[in-house]
């Protein structure tokens, strides 16, 4: 696939920007005056130590967290707030999902740059958040206190859908909300508050680029809101455009080091096991397969005589160079996948990857509301938003790690990786005589000449809202209702883009000479020259795959094709709320929300048939699945559910600064039946410095409509082979890793999960110390009937050790003698622990109060978590669960501290805000030992390593604002945001391809973001 040129479309909008601040600036030089200064936005240091917007006094005061509404409430539950200020004067990027996720309690989450490689899921590109990295679908995500449809087959909300020039606030509730929101909020809930009171105009236009030159992006928005009839009425509406160029390979310094975990060819579990079994070492690439092809085996003569030589542009042949210290060895009956030393470069696959996605969003939001009497509004909203991602996934590798068959010449996905002694391109590269006897050869390749893999998502997401909201008088004090339905519908189209087809790779592959043994003669595929006139194929077209330049662009046509999957998810909510003060007690007014909920979920989809795997029963039980492509074998998903519910809260003052909440709701799944979930909270304030709050809630998590409905998707990957150098599994014999596919189908037996959890704390505001506060609290979740999947590894993992019925799992490829089949559903095996302790503190005064007569504001903030335990006990009989925690390997596993503190100097003419954030040093993966000499026996569980230590990550962002009069009609700002000022590097890893971890890290190095924001009266 060609990607397009970017150059055209990086000089309008930066031009435009350009000359936008130009303008601007030019006014403010000439319009601004002493005594002319913008408003600033009001805050106050809430009890929980966040930075939290004044309300207007004519808003309900309803927080996240809690149905009630009640002036003056601080629930039990703790909350986090992150105003406008926060996010404009800090945010990384032009995404709100990027600001959000630097808050230490969320962990874990699905961003564009670890889910490129999601090429089967449809999440590549997604904006997920993940609160206490206990998975996206255990956090739920609010658009002002409502649900909104998935982005996803999986259920995930992308943050991307926000409207986010109108967001006034985003509050974070940390534990769990299910009897107040119901199912997902296990983790607890992120809600994005809308400025549903507007008025005026916005603006805000950036552009930003890497110290690289690399990452071109920019994103444009304008808002307007303003009342009518007399100011019964009131509308807003928003537009926002945003463009990412992408970053399509990756030639960052730090992936270029060959940090990299290889087997210790000295390690035996019988004869030298006192030794580490892998090492971790710098300078080490694959051997597996190069940019041109490298044979790996060769059949025929002396065994494997030809291993090693690979071919380079032109077809030009080159002698593999192995280091001193590769695994398996040079000369074994298993190729060599790892090497040090020697020609550890020639691999690319690292380099050949994406480092960001080229992103286009779109996205429109309106909201009217209008008092139709007094106490009662009406109110509408509708929205659409539109997203392509394009990322590249990597090259369209071929390798097998098998004994040359000649039964896996043009045929199946071994065709792909195994030329015949006869093969046209293998006599034309090598000559007849070097291969005199041999009669097949394997190879493997990085396939320089096709386009890399590609994942070119399409989403369209819809919202529609209707209610009605008002007051009126109860018991002789105030009530609030609402009653509200809303439509919710995402289309999306999983598309994929070259992507190998299995067969006609294997067929253009298999390549002969039109008449045997004439060199001169044009060069076919074999299908059209045997004496089997069934099997021809005309469109077939030879591909040579030996050397850099060399295959036939209409042989690439031939073989690539784009699977897609398109999916239709649809959400239908109604409900209806109401707030009210029954009586009083010796403590004052009991305060009780009530309300109830009705919910549809339901997705529908469509797969062309030849993009779909073929599954057959077998005769023996189970099935066969063959997948026609490399990757994105989809079945499309159907299926719905709907949900009914009802909820009762309460506040009870008990006198003495103590006060009771609890909730209570009712569930009824038509997928899953009944469920109740509840919480009980007290906070006790016996003096205004201090306010201790406790809470304990049973929450639930229902199966979505992916874990409930899919029909089947199928991956291609490998895993690693503990067998190895033995038989095994199925008595077979697979080198030191075993290709297989996977099917992954739904379960509608699932039940749902269940979650019990304590947070307990305590917030500090001293009265000798105006505009400081502080707060520490202890959370711990313990989750039962987890839903889960097992992973390949586990199954052939608990195989090797044993375990039959996972043994009973794994069945052989008919079509491929090297690569295994797997079909795999989720169920409630699991359990899960999460403990971890909270930190957050602020501070903010005006230096005036400090120092008389000095200017302008400073606020500083920091907020950290220190997480205890990630344990999941899969159930598994001989499993020993693991605690993740404290280990930096990747997006499952959680740091032991993850923090943010950031400080901002605020005059009436400009602003500075200096961020400081990253995670702790850890270990590689949990359950390894770390030994150089007297090791225990190393097993699949409880591996042995020389050295696990991973660095931890630090970084600093700076953002400059310089405030102006926009033309004397308005409010202006020009900011320049760095972000990785120090341009720090990832955190690395030893493993191939993209050696960093993508979660906790910050991938591009140093960005510059420039941009205005203009606010008109």
Known sequence: MNIRSTAERRKAPFLALSGIAALTMASAASAQTADETPPVEATTAEADGSLTTTARSDENIVITGTRVARDGY????????????????????????????????????????????????????????????LGEVRTLVL????????????????????????????????????????????????????????????????????THGDGFNYSLGLAGGTSFAGGRGHVIVSGEIAHRDGIFEVDRDWNATGYVRIQNPAYSATTNSSVPQFLIRRQVGPTNSTPGSIILNSLGGTANRLRGIYFGPGGSVNQFQYGDLTFPAANGSAPPTLTQGGDWQVNDSGRRIGLDAEDDRRSLFGRISFDVADGVTLFAEAS??????????????????????LANVGAGSAGASTLAGDNAFLIQALGAQRLAGITAVTIGTTAVDLPFRAANNVREVQRYVIGAEGEFSLFDKPARWDVYGQYGRADLREQLRNIMHTQRTAQAVDAVFSVPGNTSSPIVCRVNADANPNNNDPNCVPLNRLGIGVANPAAIDYILGDPYRDEVVEQIVTGANLSFTPFATWGGDVSVAIGGEYREEKIKG??????????????????????????????PTNGKYDVKEAYLETVVPLGLGLEF?????????????YVTTWRL??????????????????????????????????????????????????????????SYSATATGNPNLRPEKADSWNVGAVFSPRFLPGFSASVDYFRIEMEDVIDFLTAQNIVDRCFEGVQEYCDAIIQDPNNAARILLRNQPFNFASKLVRGVDFEASYRRSLDSIFQGADGNIALRGVATRYIDNITDTGIPGVVPLNTVGFNGGQYSTPKWIYRFSATYDTDSFAITGVARGVSAGKYLAGVIECQTDCPVSTTQFPTYDDIDIKGAFYVDLNLTAKFDALGRGDGEF???????LDADPILLPETGLAANSTYSDL?????????????R
């Open 681 to 738: 909270g007290a906070t006790w304030q016996p003096i205004d410095d201090i306010r201790l709050r406790v809470t304990r809630s049973h929450d639930i998590r229902a199966p979505n409509l992916n874990e409930l409905f899919q029909a089947g998707s199928s991956n291609t990957d490998a895993v690693r082979n503990p067998f190895f150098p033995g038989s095994g599994p199925l008595g077979n014999t697979y080198g030191a890793s075993i």
């Open 661 to 673: 909440n609890g909730a209570v709701r009712a569930t009824d799944y038509s997928s899953s039946g």
């Open 384 to 405: 659409y938003n539109w997203q392509e991602v394009l990322f590249n996934a990597g090259p369209n590798l071929a390798s097998t790690t098998s004994t040359p068959s």
């Open 74 to 133: 601080q629930a039990p539950t703790p909350l986090t707030v992150l105003t406008r200020e926060d996010i404009e004067n800090s945010s990384p990027t032009n995404n709100i999902a990027d600001f959000v996720n630097q808050l230490p309690s969320l962990a874990g989450s699905t961003r564009p740059s670890n889910s490129r490689l999601n090429l089967s899921s449809g999440q590549a590109g997604i904006n997920a958040l993940n609160l206490r990295n």
């Open 975 to 981: 900011f320049l945001n760095i972000t990785n000022l």
């Open 606 to 635: 469509f797969v062309p048939a030849e993009f779909q795997p073929a599954i057959t029963p077998n005769p023996a039980g189970g099935v066969t699945t063959l997948n026609a492509w490399s990757v994105g074998n989809y079945l």
């Open 1004 to 1016: 591009l190095g140093r960005a510059f973001r420039a941009g205005i924001r203009l606010r008109f």
């Open 143 to 210: 658009l002002d206190g409502r649900r909104s449809v998935a982005s996803t087959i999986t259920g995930l909300v992308d943050v991307n859908t926000i409207p986010q020039l109108l967001v006034e606030r985003v509050e974070v509730v940390t534990g769990g909300a299910s009897a107040t929101y119901g199912s997902d909020a296990v983790g607890g809930v992120v809600n994005f508050i809308l400025d549903k009171k507007f008025e005026g105009l916005k603006l805000q236009a950036d552009s930003g680029i890497t």
